[in-house]
């Protein structure tokens, strides 16, 4: 049989029974004994389902209508559900969306890192709606849909889906979709504005980064100039990389801050930084991470991948010396700087390429207590082994990937004698099938 007759998708609508759901969220059968993953459902539905693509392994496909629905499904309340790719478990009970997450870590966890939790920490969440305050929005003119789409990408496809507003988004931007579209299309640089980064500061300051290939004429400028005045937004320009960016309107607007209320702590960040998108449950994680590590005023504590200092500096509220460590210099300039502004006196840090030979790092050269890690998706295997080294009593390791998690858990424990005392999920990202998880680790 030929490949392109084994991969003709069949006209009609098939029924089947969803069995499980996948880590990205999307729902699981079997066809004839072949998996088929299907996007908009939910365990124990039955359904009925169109194939969107035919492989040699497994298939896949989208819901066309549900015959028994789960309990647990929900009237998803965006329009754009099932097109855009941001929000995948809009039609599932937030509930239960934070049970699925936790599910999948502890599955992780025991499958890939042949390890379990002594206990399993109560999730933290916060608001499901208007709490993502950094996000990176595509740019893209598209005639035939009437002018500039602004948004996410569709799911499944490379391409910008045709929204007109995102609930997940801080409202005052995420309300606004449309005049941006307008804003962009009245543009003579339309075809030449792919993004837009978004930062909104803890007391709701919001900027608008937009990145142009090429100069921007002085009509386009005043266009973006009278669309910040009009909304109260921070408008910045972005000709090049990211050190490029320089505001528009006003020409020295106020700094973007998150905090840290219980430690009296205001830390800025540039539009473009990289910062936890959910204000409220970053303010419970932090503390969190803190009460595991059990810092006391006569530790030393070590922060990896520290950023600007999102751990490190409440860590240096509470131990004798914390020492922070980041890949991006310019990052740990701007930590640096943070130190101070906030009044903290008992933090170094060093800029590192935490993937790479540690031998001869400094900061490796005297003990520590306590170490935290918050490592990106691809996790902290390079770094453990010079970790378990300084023999801290206590290590707190924050996650974005519960694969990555897992694998690096199983190591702690079966290559360098820790415990894993606890784990818990964090819903940064309500509606999306992102895990982020805390695991807790003791000598």
């Not at 490949?3 to 998708?9: P, V």
């Not at 303010?283 to 810092?295: F, G, I, N, S, T």
Request: net charge negative; glycine share 8%; aromatic share 6%.
């Amino acid at each position: 049989m030929s490949a392109r007759k084994r991969n003709k998708l069949p006209d009609e609508p098939v029924q089947a029974h969803i069995d499980s759901m996948t880590h990205e969220g999307r729902g699981v059968t079997r066809v004839d004994g072949k998996a088929v993953f299907v996007d908009g459902v939910l365990p124990g539905e039955t359904v009925t389902f169109r194939y969107t693509r035919r492989s040699r392994r497994y298939d896949e496909g989208r819901v066309d209508q549900v015959l028994e629905a789960s309990n647990d499904r929900v009237e998803p309340r965006c329009p754009h559900f099932g097109v855009c790719g941001g929000c995948v478990l809009q039609h599932m009970d937030p509930s239960a969306q934070v049970r699925a997450k936790e599910q999948a870590m502890l599955e992780n966890l025991k499958h890939l890192g042949s390890v379990s939790p002594e206990r399993v920490l109560p999730a933290i969440t916060g608001p499901r709606w208007g709490y993502r305050r950094k996000a990176r929005l595509g740019v893209k003119h598209v005639p035939k849909k009437g002018g500039v789409l602004v948004g996410f990408r569709e799911r499944g496809s490379p391409y910008l889906a045709e929204l007109e507003v995102c609930h997940v988004l801080y409202p005052a931007v995420g309300e606004r979709i449309m005049e941006l579209r307008a804003l962009l299309t009245a543009m003579q640089a339309r075809e030449r504005i792919p993004q837009i980064e978004v930062g909104v500061g803890d007391d709701d300051a919001v900027a608008l980064v937009f990145r142009h290939l090429d100069p921007l004429t002085e009509g386009d400028r005043e266009r973006l100039k009278a669309f910040g005045q009009d909304h109260g937004l921070q408008i910045w320009l972005q000709p090049g990389g990211p050190d490029s960016i320089t505001p528009l309107w006003p020409e020295s607007p106020a700094d973007l801050c998150f905090t840290h209320p219980e430690e009296s702590l205001r830390i800025p960040f540039s539009p473009v930084d990289f910062i936890q998108v959910n204000r409220d449950v970053n303010h419970r994680m932090v503390p969190q991470a803190m009460e595991l590590l059990q810092v006391a005023p006569e530790h030393g504590v070590l922060d990896l991948f520290c950023g600007l200092g999102n751990f490190t500096l409440p860590l240096a509220r509470r131990a004798a010396r914390v020492t922070g460590v980041e890949g991006d210099a310019a990052m740990v300039e701007r930590a640096r700087e943070n130190a101070v502004k906030n009044g903290i006196h008992n933090t170094r840090y060093f800029a590192a390429d935490l993937s790479a030979d540690l031998d001869g790092a400094p900061w490796l050269s005297e003990p520590m207590d306590r170490v935290l890690l918050d490592p990106p998706r691809s996790g902290a295997r390079e770094v453990l082994g010079s970790v378990a080294a300084l023999a801290p009593e206590r290590i707190v390791y924050v996650s974005c990937n519960p694969a990555t998690l897992a694998r690096d858990a199983g190591e702690l424990v079966r290559e360098h004698g820790y415990r894993l005392e606890a784990a818990g999920v964090m819903d940064m990202f309500p509606h999306t099938a992102h895990v982020e998880s805390m695991a807790a680790f003791s000598r």
